[in-house]
C-alpha cells in the first residue's frame, strides 16, 4: 500500500496546475481516489466530522445487488441455449458448459458497456473539467442486464456512449440527468436496432447450431399477447409454449425463478426480489417506490380482469408481476435516486404509475410486448411535474399557516 | 399551556469523550477575546477601546454602528494586550490579559420585588449596555436580535442535544434564582409568550422544574429536538415578516445576574470533551477563553482537532486559540488528514454512519460510542441520494429543495420552502449524513445573507 502511495504521490505534481499533463488531472484523480480515500479534512466552520458514507459506496452498493441477477442471467443464457438446441433438458445438467456458455456470451457485453461508458465519462472530465462521476459504475452494469445476450457488441457499444452522452452528460453528469441513462440506452437499441432487440428470434443464443424442431423463442410476454389475440386463455397458452423442449417451461414458478428466455438479467424475478432486499436493507433504493411498483403494477392486472375483453385481461394479475422485465424495472431503475421523483409522497405516485402505466402499455398496445421499459422513461419525465406538486403542497401549508 | 412534543426523525452522533460530571480545575487562563466573527450579522464593529487599556468586567469594548445602543462588553477586567486585525484592517479579536481577581463595573442593582414592576425600557436600557444583549438571537436569520423590535415570542431551549454537549442541568446548578429573575426580565420584552423548552428523554434540570411565568414544552427525540429552530417550528414557527427571539439559558443567566446583583458576570462551566482528551471533565472559566490551558498536556495526541463548540457546528481553532462567544464545550478530535487504501469499499465497524450501504456497520451497534475524526470521507458530488435529509430533520421543510433553490438564488423559492426557520445549526446533520458532500451549513448562510440583505 505504501509503495502504491508513494507512486502516486511522486506522479501527483504532474496533473497539478503547471504539470505537464494538468488537462489530465482528472483521470488522474479519479484513479487515485479509487485506490484512495483522499485526505481531505472538513473546513474551520461547519460539520467538523462527516458520515462514513460516499457515493462511490453507495453505488458499489448498487452494483452487488445486480450481481444474482447477472449470474443467475449468464447461466440462464446457456441454460436457454442448450434447451433450445436439444442438448440438455434438465435445469442442473451440463452445469459447466452453461456457465462457460453464459459467461463467453455475457462478459465481453460487460466489458464493452464498461468500456464505452468509461471512455465518455472521461472524455467528459478531461473536456469539461468536472471529476469522473460513479454513476457509470451503475449504467455500465444496468445496460448488459437489458439487452438480449445475442446482441452485437458494436451495439452495446453504441447505445451505451448514445445513452451517457444524450441523457446524461449534455445535462451535466451525474445527478443533473432527467432520464434513467440505462434505460435510454435501451430505447436507443430498441428504435435504432428493433431486429436485434425485438420479436421471437434474439433471446435465445442459438450460434451456429439449429434449434429442435418446432422450438420457438417467443417471450412470455409475446405468448400472452398473442393467446389474447388469439382468444385463448393464457394460462393455458403459457402452460403449452415450446411443449417440445419439455414440459411447463413458462409455468408460474418457472417465470418466477426466470428459467426462461429474455434479455440477460431480467428474466429472474426472484433474483430481482433478492436484488431488491440488498437495496431496502441497505437503504440505497426506496422501498417505497418498489412497493408501489409492484402493487401498481398488480392493481392495474385487477382492473384489466374487470374489464377483461379479451383473455390478455383476463389473465391472473399475479401473471404481470413476474413476466418480462417489470421486477427489474421496478427494483433497479425506477428507484434512480436522479431520475426518480425526490420527494417522499412523489416516490409513492411514481412507482405507483410505473407499474399501472406498464400494465397498460403491455396489454393494450400492439407493438410493444414490454411496457416497463417506456413506463420508466415516461414516469422519469413526469417526476419533476409531481415533486412540483408535493413541493408545492409543503409551501401552502407554510403560507396557511402564517394566515391563521 | 404547555407542550409535549414527540420528536422521530434526527440522528444522535454517539462520540467518545463525554465530560464527567466533575468540575477540575486547570491552570488559570491568562487572556481572554472577543471575536466580532462569532457576531453573525454584525456589519461594522467600532472598537472604543486602544492596546493597553484597562478595563474592568462589563466595560465596554466595541459596538456595531448599524446598531450602535447594544455594547459589546469585556469578559474580564484587566489590560486590552492586543486589536488583532485581518485583511483589510477586518477586526477579528480583542485580547484581554485577565486581573487575578476580576473587578466588575456596577450597573443599577434590581431586588426581585423590584424587577416585577420593572418597565420594558429601564430593562432595554440595562440589557443593552449591560453587555449581555448579544445573547438574543433574532429568527429568522439567527443574528443578534435588534432591541427596537418587539418580538412574538422569546424562546429558550433548555437542553442541548448535540454531539458531547454539555449537561446543562449540570452547568446551571445552583443558578435557579438567577435564571428565575432572568425569564422576569424576559418577559417584559415581548407581548408574548416565553418558553421554556426541556427535555422529555431525562429527569429534567432542577434549575427548570420551579421556574415560573414562563411556558415550560416539552421535546423528546433525537438530535436535533434540543435545537431551539426545530422547537420554534413546532410551537410557534416564525413566518415572513415575523420577528422572535432565542436566547440560551446561560444568557438567561446572564440576565439574571446583572439584574440582581448589578454586574456582568460572564463566568460559565465548560465542558471539555471527545475522544483526544486525557481529562474530559467540566470547568470553570469565563466567555472567550483561551484554551490553551485546557489543551496543553491534555492531549492523547499532538496531533488533534480542537473544536471551539460541537463537531456539528462548532469552529476549528488553534491549540492557543480561543473559546467562542457562543461555546460552551470544547471538542477534540484526530485530524483526518490521511489516506485510506480502498477507503470507500472497506467494510467498516469503527466509522460512523447514519446509512446502512455496503460495508457500513455501525447501525449494528446503535449504542456504540465512535471516535470520530476530521476527515470528508469522500468527495464532493452533486446531489444524488434523496430522502436523506428528511428523515434527519424533524421539521416541516424540504432541505435539499431550499438548498437547490439558493444554490440558483431564487429569492421566491427560498422565501417559500421556509428558509426563515433556519439557522445553520437546524441543517448541520444533512451536512453530516450527506452522500455529496456538500457544505449545507455554507450554502444556507449564503441563502440566509441574500434574503437578509436583498
Known amino acids: 500500500m505504501k509503495f502504491l502511495r508513494e507512486l502516486l504521490d511522486k506522479q501527483k505534481p504532474l496533473f497539478h496546475k503547471g504539470g505537464k499533463l494538468e488537462n489530465l488531472y482528472y483521470l488522474f484523480e479519479a484513479g487515485e481516489t479509487f485506490m484512495f480515500s483522499p485526505n481531505h479534512t472538513n473546513g474551520i466552520k461547519g460539520a467538523q466530522v462527516k458520515d462514513a458514507i460516499d457515493l462511490k459506496r453507495m453505488m458499489i452498493t448498487v452494483v452487488v445487488a445486480m450481481i444474482p441477477c447477472l449470474l443467475f442471467g449468464m447461466y440462464n443464457t446457456g441454460h436457454q441455449h442448450f434447451l433450445a438446441v436439444g442438448e440438455t433438458a434438465g435445469l442442473w445438467e451440463d452445469f459447466g458448459p452453461k456457465m462457460l456458455l453464459g459467461l463467453q456470451l455475457v462478459l ?297 | 399551556m404547555s407542550k409535549l412534543v414527540k420528536l422521530k426523525k434526527g440522528f444522535d452522533i454517539k462520540l467518545v469523550g463525554k465530560a464527567e460530571k466533575k468540575i477540575v480545575d486547570f491552570l488559570p487562563v491568562q487572556t481572554f477575546a472577543i471575536k466580532p466573527t462569532d457576531f453573525i450579522g454584525m456589519q461594522r464593529p467600532k472598537v472604543v477601546v486602544n492596546e493597553g487599556d484597562i478595563v474592568k ?200 445576574k446583572l439584574f440582581l446583583e448589578g454586574i456582568y458576570d460572564a463566568s460559565k462551566i465548560i465542558a471539555i470533551t471527545g475522544s483526544e482528551a486525557k481529562i474530559t471533565a467540566y470547568t470553570k472559566t469565563y466567555l472567550g477563553a483561551c484554551v490553551d490551558k485546557f489543551v496543553a498536556g491534555n492531549l492523547v495526541k499532538e496531533h488533534t482537532r480542537v473544536i471551539s463548540g460541537n463537531v456539528l457546528t462548532g469552529e476549528k481553532i488553534n491549540k492557543d486559540g480561543y473559546l467562542g462567544y457562543y461555546h460552551n464545550q470544547i471538542t477534540l478530535i484526530p485530524e483526518g488528514d490521511y489516506y485510506e487504501f480502498l477507503g470507500w469499499m472497506k467494510p467498516t465497524a469503527s466509522k460512523l454512519s447514519y446509512h446502512r450501504a455496503l460495508g457500513l456497520l455501525s447501525f449494528l451497534t446503535p449504542n456504540k460510542e465512535f471516535v470520530l475524526d476530521s476527515n470528508v470521507r469522500g468527495e464532493e458530488r452533486a446531489f444524488v441520494q434523496t430522502g436523506v435529509f428528511e428523515s434527519v430533520t424533524p421539521m416541516d421543510i424540504l432541505p435539499v429543495y431550499l438548498l437547490k433553490a439558493i444554490l440558483a438564488e431564487d429569492y421566491d423559492e427560498m422565501e417559500e420552502l421556509g428558509i426563515y426557520e433556519l439557522v445553520e445549526e437546524d441543517l448541520a446533520l444533512c451536512e453530516f449524513v450527506d452522500v455529496s458532500k456538500h457544505p449545507v451549513q455554507e450554502i444556507l448562510r449564503k441563502g440566509i445573507d441574500l434574503i437578509q440583505y436583498s
Open chain 2, 57 to 256: 468586567a462589563g466595560a465596554p469594548l466595541l459596538f456595531d454602528k448599524a446598531m450602535d445602543q447594544v455594547l459589546y462588553v469585556s469578559p474580564v477586567s484587566g489590560e486590552i494586550v492586543e486589536i488583532k486585525r485581518g485583511e483589510k484592517r477586518k477586526l477579528l479579536e480583542i485580547k484581554i490579559l485577565a486581573d487575578k481577581e476580576i473587578s466588575f463595573e456596577s450597573f443599577q442593582k434590581y431586588s426581585e420585588q423590584e424587577l416585577k414592576s420593572l418597565s420594558k425600557q429601564d430593562a432595554l436600557a440595562q440589557l443593552t449596555k449591560g453587555g449581555v444583549w448579544p445573547q438574543f438571537i433574532q429568527r429568522p436569520f439567527g443574528i443578534v436580535a435588534n432591541p427596537s423590535d418587539s418580538p412574538k415570542a422569546i424562546f429558550v431551549s433548555g437542553f442541548d442535544t448535540h454531539p458531547l454537549a454539555p449537561d446543562l442541568s449540570f452547568t446551571l446548578k445552583g443558578m435557579e434564582r438567577f435564571f428565575q429573575a432572568g425569564i422576569d426580565v424576559l418577559k417584559k420584552l415581548t407581548t408574548g409568550i416565553v418558553h421554556l423548552n426541556v427535555n422529555a428523554d431525562s429527569e429534567g434540570s432542577s434549575v427548570f422544574s420551579k421556574i415560573q411565568g414562563a411556558q415550560i414544552n416539552s421535546f423528546s427525540g433525537p438530535h436535533p429536538a434540543g435545537n431551539v429552530g426545530v422547537q420554534i417550528h413546532h410551537l410557534n414557527p416564525v413566518s415572513k415578516g415575523e420577528i422572535a427571539w432565542t436566547i440560551s439559558p446561560f444568557g438567561v443567566v446572564q440576565v439574571g
Open chain 1, 108 to 404: 465481453p457485453i460487460v466489458i464493452v458497456a464498461y468500456a464505452a461508458g468509461g471512455l465518455v465519462e472521461a472524455a467528459f472530465a478531461v473536456i469539461r473539467k468536472h471529476p469522473i462521476n460513479e454513476g457509470f459504475l451503475v449504467t455500465g452494469m444496468l445496460i448488459p442486464l437489458v439487452v438480449p445476450a445475442s446482441l452485437p457488441l458494436w451495439q452495446v457499444a453504441l447505445a451505451t456512449i448514445f445513452a451517457v452522452v444524450i441523457a446524461k452528460e449534455v445535462f451535466g453528469g451525474t445527478g443533473m440527468n432527467i432520464l434513467n441513462v440505462a434505460m435510454t440506452a435501451r430505447a436507443f437499441l430498441y428504435f435504432a436496432y428493433p431486429a436485434q432487440i425485438s420479436g421471437d428470434q434474439v433471446w435465445t443464443y442459438l450460434g451456429d447450431k439449429a434449434p429442435v424442431d418446432g422450438f420457438s423463442g417467443a417471450t412470455a410476454l409475446a405468448v400472452a399477447y398473442n393467446a389474447g389475440v388469439d382468444g385463448e386463455q393464457v394460462s393455458t397458452a403459457l402452460a403449452s409454449h415450446n411443449s417440445v423442449l419439455g414440459d411447463g417451461l413458462f409455468s408460474f414458478v418457472n417465470l418466477f425463478v426466470g428459467w426462461i428466455p429474455g434479455s440477460i438479467g431480467e428474466t429472474s424475478t426472484l433474483m430481482a426480489l433478492i436484488g431488491a432486499a440488498i437495496l431496502i436493507g441497505t437503504g440505497v433504493a426506496s422501498w417505497k417506490i418498489i412497493v408501489s411498483g409492484f402493487a401498481g403494477a398488480y392493481l392495474m392486472g385487477l382492473i384489466m380482469n374487470a374489464f377483461a375483453v379479451n383473455e390478455y385481461m383476463a389473465m391472473g394479475p399475479e401473471y404481470h408481476l413476474v413476466m418480462g422485465g417489470l421486477a427489474f424495472g421496478v427494483v433497479f431503475m425506477a428507484t434512480d435516486p436522479v431520475s426518480a421523483s425526490q420527494t417522499e409522497t412523489g416516490k409513492w405516485i411514481y412507482g405507483l404509475l410505473i407499474g399501472v402505466l406498464t400494465v397498460i402499455i403491455r396489454v393494450t398496445n400492439p407493438a410493444y410486448p414490454e411496457g416497463i421499459m417506456l413506463a420508466v422513461l415516461l414516469m422519469n419525465v413526469f417526476a419533476p411535474l409531481i415533486d412540483f406538486y408535493v413541493v408545492k403542497a409543503n409551501k401552502k401549508r407554510r403560507l396557511q399557516r402564517a394566515t391563521v
